[in-house]
């Protein structure tokens, strides 16, 4: 009989593969992926930051990944610091690096988890951490098979039936005690095993006892594209549209020149915009506006103006940016108005030339995009002919709204 014993449990979440059996890469990692609004990661992440138990959290991503993983990080609410660690080619090898980033964090045991794994709930973790606190040293929640399960050949014959009694389907967390799992793993990392798809098996390989919990029906692996798109229906129902709107306002000065760059027109005039880059006011405003729909800053954090390369760019660059942005954090722009206020030049015989600027750069039809001048009535500074200003609003849907 095993008395209770006190835990502090470490977290190590595993997100560091490409999801090859998801398929479209273009749509990026499964686990960045938007299910209910929000990243498959975030979800995970919030249940565990939710869970009273939870000590330190590790999770491990892809080198490439940094930047998904800090948009995903915006959508949980109540972060605690998370330690970020870099994973291997295989599993095995991430659950390692994240072990490792712990090793020093004076928790006693540890629960891995795939981050592909949102639908986990708090009563699976008290069950786990329940047998961790009698004394288990390794604990794997793991569902009953109740499948038939057969074996087949390469002709796609079936050559056998496998009695299903006392068979397990293997779910995570699996948790340890962390001194037991992270030598395990060192193990077999100096013996050179590389094939271990969980860590389970690595315990039992080292001759851990593993203690089977009951896992839960919905702790689904999102594995396969049809996973995502299932779990995103499972949580889009009865959530409510998520629209929001952005404003943006610049103000650029004019001085002698030849023309003026508008929507990314350019206008032969009189003047020219004074500016780092070719000072498209219109676009900046408008790239403001795109970046407060998702609260990724103003267009000076991202394209910083004391940075030499900006110089004479065409804020093209920065529109294109602001849009790629949106549409990583999941929402589709429905709608880019623009207002110009300018005394000179004329805005009217270009305003269809601009919104059909706007409709390339944004990647939306031209009815979607709108561009509007009027003068200052002379007054001011725009009426002394001495700046154009620029007002613009963004409107965005993301995919099932939480406020
Ligand atoms: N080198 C790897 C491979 C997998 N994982 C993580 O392990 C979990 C379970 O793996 P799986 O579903 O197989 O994910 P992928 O390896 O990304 O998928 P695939 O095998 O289809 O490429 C996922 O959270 C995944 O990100 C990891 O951290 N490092
Ligand atoms: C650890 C695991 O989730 C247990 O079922 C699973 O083995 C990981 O998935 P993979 O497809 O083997 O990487």
Avoid at 92 to 103: F, P, T
Avoid at 162 to 167: E, V
Avoid at 351 to 371: H, K, P
Wanted: include cysteine; hydrophobic fraction near 40%.
């Amino acid at each position: 009989m095993h008395s209770k014993q006190p835990l502090s449990v470490g977290i190590v979440i595993v997100a560091a593969g490409r999801g090859e059996r998801a398929g479209s890469p273009e749509e990026g990692p499964k686990q960045y992926r938007p299910i209910g609004g929000r990243a498959v990661i975030a979800h995970t992440l919030e249940r565990f930051v939710t869970w009273p138990q939870a000590s330190k959290i590790v999770v491990v991503i892809h080198r490439d990944d940094e930047k998904l993983l800090r948009a995903a990080l915006e959508q949980v609410s109540g972060l605690p610091e998370i330690k970020i660690a870099f994973g291997g080619a295989t599993r095995q090898q991430s659950v390692l690096a994240g072990l490792r980033a712990l090793k020093d964090s004076g928790v006693t045991h540890v629960m891995i988890h795939d981050a592909v794994r949102p639908f986990f709930d708090h009563d699976l973790l008290d069950r786990v951490a329940a047998a961790l606190a009698d004394g288990a040293p390794a604990v794997l929640p793991a569902m009953p098979v109740t499948d038939t399960l057969k074996r087949g050949n390469a002709d796609g014959l079936v050559i056998d039936t496998i009695p299903r009694t006392g068979l397990h389907a293997a779910q995570t967390p699996q948790s340890f005690r962390f001194a037991d799992i992270l030598d395990a793993h060192e193990k077999a990392a100096a013996n050179g095993r590389t094939d271990f798809t969980d860590d389970a098996a690595i315990a039992e390989w080292c001759n851990l006892p593993v203690t089977l919990a009951i896992g839960s029906a919905d702790n689904v692996k999102l594995t396969i594209k049809r996973d995502i798109a299932m779990a995103d229906e499972k949580l889009s129902a009865g959530l409510l549209p998520d629209v929001r709107t952005g404003n943006g306002y610049d103000v650029h000065q004019l001085e002698p020149g030849d023309g003026v760059t508008l929507c990314g027109v350019f206008i032969p005039h009189d003047q020219k915009l004074k500016g780092h880059s070719d000072a498209d006011v219109a676009l900046h405003a408008l790239t403001d506006a795109l970046l407060a729909t998702c609260g990724a800053g103003d267009i000076g954090d991202h394209f910083p103006p004391s940075d030499p390369q900006w110089k004479g760019a065409p804020s093209r660059i920065f529109i294109e940016h602001a849009a790629k942005i949106v549409r990583e954090r999941g929402g589709t722009i429905m709608n880019a108005d623009v207002s110009l206020i300018a005394e000179a030049p004329k805005v009217g015989p270009h305003r269809y030339t601009m919104r059909a600027r706007l409709s390339e750069f944004l990647g939306i039809s031209i009815d979607r995009c709108s561009v509007k001048a009027t003068t200052n009535e002379k007054i001011g500074f725009v009426g002394r002919r001495e700046g154009i200003a620029a007002i613009a609003t963004a409107t965005v849907v993301y995919r099932g709204g939480k406020a």
